[in-house]
């Protein structure tokens, strides 16, 4: 008896899983789908130095001159007719990402990559480097030992190896901020969400949730990407307002019927609400082969030629006789894609078909090539 009512509440349990993947509502919270106007990174870029190679550093004179503005900046006076040729040493640019809010004194991490004629930075070490933003203040001072995903192994003879890049590493918490992050949220009454994807479907949902959720009509939608939330009088802590605003789960919008070809890599990939109308579809390859057949001559008896051999070419010419398919109007996405595998058509000719679909007016989707 327990063993039949466990089967039935097994039963029960998947059934119960099928409905919920089979119900079709994607509910997500607003943090998955929508971020806050101004809450973003900003990029830092630097100048610096990597010292410690095994030979593999550069071989210019910029890379020189900047090792020498270095020395004299540590207080070492080199003689003017004195020029250190140093492969050990190479040129770099320093970049990172400053996240939202940082503060003074939080580590973050740097990309190192080489604008020289290094040829490996493995095992190399960054000098102290300033990082500037855009506006040319220094925000955070980085430095420290590179970690290396490449390889590069060269030979005498010219051959090589390498794996990955080896001109291209990074620093965990290499960099120290020294200058807060914008705060962007400071002694604003309004805050304001953007949805990664425009719609003003799930614009207006957005809005409708969080007036649910708070209880008062603070939110409207100003457009298609941005909710508009007004900050309400008793709420002091911004940080639990928000807290509880991305938090709020919505059903999105569904997306506008679309088909997206990747002509470089052949991908297709067709969206929910796809439909073709009725038309007739003819698909047929056109193969070319060329096959080299090499020929001797014989020089003709008492001549005083000599044997030659020739290539001769052999063209063929075939292309499939495939019939006229005539699609139906289809209203899945299963009977579309059913349809067009029935023409038997690789991904390239099925990028032919969709565009000739669309352009004869059968085909309801917007058609993005990439």
Known sequence: ????????????????????????VRAERLKDIASVAGVRSNPLLGYGLVVGLDGSGDDN?????????????????LPPNINPQSKNVAAVVVHAELPPF?????????????IGNAKSLRGGTLLLSPLKAANGEVVAMAQGNIVLNGLGVSGRDGSQVKVNVPVVGRIPNGAIVEVA???????????????????FTTAKRVAEAINHRLQQPLARALDGTAIEVKVPKAASNRVSLLSTLENV?????????????????????????????????????LTVTITETGVVNQPQGGSQGVTVLTDQSNIGITQAKNKLLVLSPGPTL?????????????????????????????LQAELQVI
């Open 102 to 114: 940082a503060k003074p004194g939080q580590p973050i991490d740097v990309t190192v990559s080489s």
């Open 1 to 24: 008896m327990m063993e039949m009512l466990k089967t039935t509440y097994a039963k029960m349990v998947f059934f119960v899983v099928l409905l919920l993947l089979y119900s079709g």
């Open 181 to 199: 992050a914008p705060n962007a949220l400071a002694g604003t009454n309004k805050i304001t969400y953007l949805l990664h994807r425009s719609d």
């Open 61 to 77: 004179n910029f890379t020189q001159q900047s090792f020498k503005t270095m020395l004299m900046r540590l207080g070492i006076q």
């Open 334 to 362: 299963d009977e579309v894609v059913r349809a067009l595998n029935t023409v038997g058509a690789s991904p390239s000719d099925l990028m032919a078909i969709l565009q000739a679909l669309q352009q004869a007016g059968a």
């Open 249 to 285: 789960v919505l059903e999105p919008g569904e997306g506008a019927a679309k088909i997206v070809l990747n002509a470089r890599t052949g991908t297709v990939v067709v969206g929910k609400h796809v439909t073709v109308g009725p038309a007739a579809v003819s698909h047929g390859n």
